[in-house]
């Protein structure tokens, strides 16, 4: 059984190629660290293919002023184009790029930022100032394209991440965008960004109604540091009733978030934990096995055959 961040490698995958995802479900079995350097590698091929057009975009670029170049580009270049160029073109020019970035709008950035060379993004995106950073972010979440403002997000700033938790107040837009981030360190970044108030809200979408936001929020609790998870995995799921706890566990199976679950089982009480076998929805050892694959996560497998075993007399 896979697990959000290898999903998300492959839809990444998938959107490169612009082949179906579900075309490439085989490589699940690989891991979100090999597909994402098979993801990593193929990219760079790619735009490295295209360098020598880039070049000679490239050299046009001083002869044409900042508000010219912007307005052309609005109405006269396709979005995709402009994303698949301007890697190239702003790193030739890194004292224009963002003053020329500034003069377009939101929307148009947000067309062309799915088709940016990976590679520039960690350079560029820290230089962006958050008034221009921000309303395109909120624009691709507005798309609910998580996968492409999480791709910025991982290079964001302090400031540009404080501009973000104070501007969107879509808490499941955010939960959802943070779940495709991988590092960690910028994962804990966010919520040390947030007040605790925020942090128990963004929590609290395990119960939102839809496995994948269940499923993301699960992924956010099993990554981030324990002094974030702790308390709000407790926030959560302490305080759910039985009938609550049962259409939580339904959402997870539905969401293909029983890894993500075993992930955050050691921060729950054991009533809570017994809660949860109680409801029926964790009683398939099969698919509980195949997503204990870490030592956290059969740690989490062993605390739900505890809790069964408790509940069951004749299975003691």
């Not at 929590?203 to 956010?220: D, I, K, N, R």
């Amino acid at each position: 059984m896979s697990d959000l961040v290898t999903r998300a490698q492959i839809t990444m995958l998938a959107q490169l190629l612009e082949v179906d995802a579900e075309q490439l479900r085989g490589l699940e079995r690989l891991g979100a660290d090999t597909v994402e350097e098979l993801r990593i590698g193929l990219s760079s091929a790619l735009f490295d293919a295209l360098a020598t057009v880039f070049t000679r975009v490239s050299k046009l670029a001083p002869l044409i002023p900042d508000a010219l170049a912007a307005t052309v580009a609005m109405k006269a270049v396709p979005s995709e184009v402009a994303g698949r160029a301007g890697g190239a073109v702003g790193m030739d020019h890194q004292h224009r790029a963002a003053t020329l970035m500034v003069r377009m709008s939101s929307g148009y950035l947000a067309d062309a930022a799915p088709y940016v060379d990976p590679r520039v993004i960690p350079f560029f995106a820290p230089k962006l100032p958050f008034t221009l950073l921000v309303p395109t972010a909120d624009e691709l979440l507005r798309r609910r394209d998580y996968l492409t403002a999480a791709r910025f997000v991982e290079y964001a700033t302090d400031e540009h991440i404080r501009e973000f938790e104070r501007h969107v107040q879509d808490d499941v837009a955010i939960v959802r965008t943070a779940a495709m981030v991988s590092r960690t360190e910028v994962l804990n970044r966010i919520l040390r960004a947030a007040p605790p108030a925020r942090r128990t809200r963004l929590a609290a979408t395990v119960a939102a109604g839809e496995p994948e936001t269940v499923a993301a929020a699960l992924s956010l609790l099993g990554r981030i540091d324990a002094e974030f998870a702790g308390p709000m995995s407790s926030a959560v799921f302490e305080g759910l009733d039985e009938r609550e706890l049962a259409r939580v566990c339904a959402l997870i199976i539905e969401g293909r978030a029983v890894p993500e679950l075993l992930d955050v089982l050691g921060y729950l009480s054991d009533a809570t934990v017994r809660g949860l076998v109680a409801t029926g929805h964790l009683s398939d050892t099969v698919a509980l096995e195949g997503a204990a694959t870490t030592n956290r996560r059969r740690a989490g497998r062993q605390r739900v055959a505890a809790a069964a075993t408790v509940r069951d007399p004749a299975a003691r």
